[in-house]
C-alpha cells in the first residue's frame, strides 16, 4: 500500500519560516508552504521521521549543525544559468578593460554563485577581455554547500550551457566522453581562476577578501526583506573598492534603501564614498 506524506501545518511551517529567516534572511511568503513541504519531505522519509514537527524538533538540537546546513541547502532556491542577463557581461568586458587600463588589478566577486554558472560565466568573459593569465581574480560564494560543490566540480550537462556563445563554448568547455557522455566540463585552467567558499551574506562583512571592483549580487535579494537588503547591502559595500561597481538582477529594486550607492542603470550601482558600511 501506498504511504501518505505528512502535512506540513502552519504551525510546522512558521518554525521553518524563521528557521531560513534567521540563518539565511530567506524571508518565505505563506504562499511557499507547499514548496517548503515538497523540498522536506524526502529527507523526512530518508530519516524514518514522521512528521514535520518531530523533524523541526531534531533540527533544534545543539547537536544538528550538519542536519541545519542540509536544510539550508533545501530551502535555498538555486536557479542559475550561464550567460544570464548578458548585458551585465557586455559591461564587464568594458569595464575590465577600463580598470586594465589604469593598471590595476580586476577583482570580482559572485556573492550568490550558486552552482558555479555566474562565476565561470565572469572568468570566460575576463579570459576573454585581458587574457587566460591576465591580472584579474574571481571570488564566488554561497550559502548552499551542495551547490557549492557542484560548482567545485565544474561539471554540467550540454543542455545547461546551451546560452554560452558558440565561439566561447568551444573554447573553454571540454565535451565529455563514455560516462560523461552529454555532459561537459569547464576548462581546468579557466576554472583555476575561480576561488570558491561558503559564505553567508548576513555575514558577509567578515568574508577574507576586499577591495572589490565587482559585485555580482544578482538574483538573491528577492529572497530578503527590506531590513536584511540593508544589512547585507551595508556589509557588502565594506568590501568593495571605493567607486567599484554592484550589479543585481533585473527583477530586483535597492528602491529607498539608505545606501552609499549611486544608480548608473537599473540594475548597476557604483559606491560613491569610502567604505560606506559596516566592517
Ligand atoms: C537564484 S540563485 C542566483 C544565482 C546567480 N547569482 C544568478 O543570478 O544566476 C540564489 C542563490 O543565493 C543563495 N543564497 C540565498 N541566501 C543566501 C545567503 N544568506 N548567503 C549567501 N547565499 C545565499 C542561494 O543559495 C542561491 O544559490
Known amino acids: ?72 541547502n533545501m530551502l535555498s532556491t538555486n536557479e542559475t544559468y550561464f550567460f544570464r542577463e548578458p548585458q551585465h557581461f557586455q559591461w564587464l568586458e568594458r569595464r575590465a578593460l577600463e580598470i586594465q587600463q589604469r593598471g590595476g588589478a580586476v577583482k570580482v566577486w559572485s556573492a550568490a554563485c550558486s552552482s558555479g554558472e555566474e562565476p565561470y560565466t565572469i572568468a570566460m568573459v575576463l579570459a576573454e ?65 575561480v576561488e570558491f567558499s561558503s559564505l553567508n551574506l548576513l555575514h558577509c562583512n567578515r568574508f577574507a577578501h576586499a577591495d572589490f571592483d565587482i559585485v555580482f549580487l544578482r538574483n538573491v535579494l528577492i529572497y530578503f526583506n527590506e531590513g536584511t537588503k540593508l544589512e547585507v547591502l551595508r556589509k557588502l559595500c565594506s568590501r568593495m573598492r571605493e567607486g567599484g561597481h554592484l550589479l543585481i538582477g533585473h527583477s530586483e529594486s535597492l528602491h529607498k534603501l539608505n545606501l552609499p550607492l549611486a544608480q548608473e542603470e537599473p540594475s548597476r550601482y557604483r559606491l560613491v564614498c569610502g567604505h560606506g558600511g559596516e566592517g
Open 1 to 72: 500500500m501506498q504511504r501518505l506524506d505528512p502535512t506540513l501545518s502552519d504551525e510546522e511551517f512558521s518554525c521553518f519560516k524563521q528557521f531560513i529567516l534567521q540563518e539565511a534572511g530567506i524571508d518565505l511568503p505563506a504562499s511557499k508552504r507547499s514548496l517548503v513541504q515538497s523540498r522536506l519531505a524526502k529527507r523526512l522519509r530518508r530519516l524514518g521521521v514522521g512528521s514535520y514537527g518531530a523533524y523541526w524538533q531534531l533540527l533544534r538540537k545543539p547537536e544538528s549543525q550538519a542536519e541545519r546546513q542540509r536544510a539550508v
Open 129 to 193: 577581455t585581458l587574457g587566460m593569465r591576465g591580472n584579474w581574480r574571481v571570488y564566488a560564494t554561497d550559502i548552499n554547500t551542495k551547490v557549492l560543490g557542484l560548482a567545485k566540480r565544474a561539471v554540467y550537462p550540454t543542455d545547461r550551457v546551451q546560452r554560452t556563445p558558440p565561439l566561447l563554448w568551444q573554447k573553454y568547455f571540454l565535451r565529455g566522453r563514455d560516462e560523461y557522455a552529454g555532459m561537459v566540463r569547464v576548462l581546468p585552467e579557466l576554472a583555476k581562476r
